[in-house]
Nanobody, 123 residues
Framework: GPLVESGGGLVQAGGSLRLSCAHSGRTFNSYAMGWFRQAPGKEREFVAT????????YTTDSVRGRFTISRDNAKNTMSLQMNSLKPEDTAVYYC?????????????????WGQGTQVSVSS
């Protein structure tokens, strides 16, 4: 697919991980992108979003101050820096892209999805 995540893994509580999402071309540099996650037995939930230029970001309350979303359009990548990880952050994390430039926390407004990468946080 056009979006490929990397960087997941197993980490102890309090640790850090950096997720990356590589996309396939210049078209995605004009799209807003985001991160969602899905824990076992739970619905997919919004984590963070960034607009096409990287000047507007929004993160959900439960990760604000711990997770930072960013993008590098010159390298066709988007990242999620995750610090102070907690066991409740354990989930499959998905990279997603809209087909427009503005941010959104609604999964239904995203047109493209990656395959997901597992993040596991042990207590």
């Amino acid at each position: 697919g056009p979006l490929v995540e990397s960087g997941g893994g197993l980490v102890q509580a309090g640790g850090s991980l950096r997720l990356s999402c590589a996309h396939s071309g210049r078209t995605f540099n004009s799209y807003a992108m985001g991160w969602f996650r899905q824990a076992p037995g739970k619905e997919r939930e919004f984590v963070a979003t960034i607009n096409w230029s990287g000047t507007d970001t929004y993160t959900t309350d439960s990760v604000r101050g711990r997770f930072t979303i960013s993008r590098d359009n010159a390298k066709n990548t988007m990242s999620l820096q995750m610090n102070s990880l907690k066991p409740e952050d354990t989930a499959v994390y998905y990279c997603a892209a809209r087909s427009t430039g503005g941010v959104s926390y609604l999964a239904g407004t995203y047109a493209y999805w990656g395959q997901g990468t597992q993040v596991s946080v042990s207590s």
